[in-house]
């Protein structure tokens, strides 16, 4: 597996584990096969495992840092915290006051098992409290020894600059794919001129890209995903053209439409490390082999004509959660 350097020290696999749905927002949960998968992930030389506070309200922490327990020094954990859910699961609010910045790290390294986060992400900008705050206290985490590196997630280029004023920004995480460019107008080159690392999740377009969800009903009752207007109605039925395009590509290329999504995010620059999420060692190692899949700038522009920007229907979020990104 490639590495590649995050703000040009932090050192990464090319490409992550995002371990969000092995506890919440999917279906079909299975604790010992997400144990499973962390660790066979490492086997297959992913270092990079994302997780948050809020992902089953601190369950997937807590499943990660078991996963990892006696291999932590071949891993790289990133965790999240400023999205505040209650314990039964509902959301409270975005919260980035210095003291809760503390309070929150204390609470992840608990539940990791580990006594330093390698990457510490505010996982959305509080609007109620200045960033300088928030950076300032995720600073001093920093001096403590508690957390290495600092990243931000969904944050406007203004945002960025003023955070990374205050204490240099490691990496940036944004949802970044096929069908999710928006980054490259003005938040990717941002980071690119402040030299920070950019972390592309849902680099599968939550799973639709795979060209496995055919139909609404594909997706389980209690799936987050039917949620979200791009999976539904008239859009679910665009934005499988967009997918039928990529599966033609895939097929003369010899490889399945996930590798070719993931193996043209890998082919926008040595400074972007993609999180693709998986709770199933099948899928992983799927994932995995993208990494393989290299492309000549003929096929990429192809793949670029067929998922312009703007190729895909309906917003990433409902409303309320578009609120919350690019602050």
């Not at 962390?38 to 078991?66: H, I, K, P, Q, S």
């Not at 957390?147 to 600059?161: D, K, N, Q, W």
Request: charged share 30%; with cysteine; proline share 4%.
């Amino acid at each position: 597996m490639e590495k590649r350097k995050l703000g040009g020290k932090l050192e990464v696999s090319a490409l992550g584990l995002g371990c969000m749905g092995m506890s919440d927002f999917y279906a079909g949960r299975d604790e010992e096969e997400a144990v499973r998968t962390v660790r066979r992930a490492l086997e297959l030389g992913v270092t990079f495992f994302d997780t948050a506070d809020m992902y089953g309200v601190g369950r997937n922490e807590e499943l990660v840092g078991r996963a990892l327990k006696g291999r932590r020094q071949e891993a790289v954990i990133a965790t999240k915290f400023g999205n505040v859910r209650s314990e039964d699961g509902k959301f409270l609010g975005i919260n980035g006051r210095p003291e809760y910045v503390k309070s929150a790290c204390e609470a992840s390294l608990r539940r990791l098992g580990v006594d330093c986060i390698d990457l510490y992400y505010q996982h959305r900008v509080d609007p109620n409290t200045p960033i300088e705050e928030t950076v300032g206290a995720m600073a001093e985490l920093v001096s403590e020894g508690k957390v290495r590196y600092l990243g931000l997630s969904e944050a406007a280029p203004a945002t960025i600059r003023r955070a990374h004023a205050v204490h240099p920004i490691t990496a940036l995480q944004t949802e970044y794919s096929l069908w999710s460019r928006d980054v490259e107008d003005e938040i990717l080159p941002a980071c690119r001129e402040l030299g920070i690392g950019f972390v592309p999740y849902s680099p599968l377009g939550r799973g639709f890209l795979t060209g496995q969800i055919r139909r609404f009903e594909d997706l389980a009752e209690d799936d987050y995903r039917r949620n979200s207007p791009r999976f539904q109605g008239e859009n679910f039925a665009k934005n499988l053209e967009l997918v039928r395009r990529i599966e033609e590509i895939a097929q003369e290329k010899g490889c399945t439409p996930s590798q070719l999504a993931l193996a043209w995010l890998l082919a926008q620059g040595d400074d972007i490390a993609p999180i693709p999420g998986t709770k199933r060692r099948t899928l992983l190692e799927e994932n995995v082999r993208a990494a393989g899949v290299k492309l000549t700038k003929e096929e990429t522009a192809r793949i670029e004509e067929a998922a312009p920007k703007g190729a895909a229907v309906g917003t990433r979020y409902p409303e309320a959660g578009m609120k919350g990104v690019n602050l």
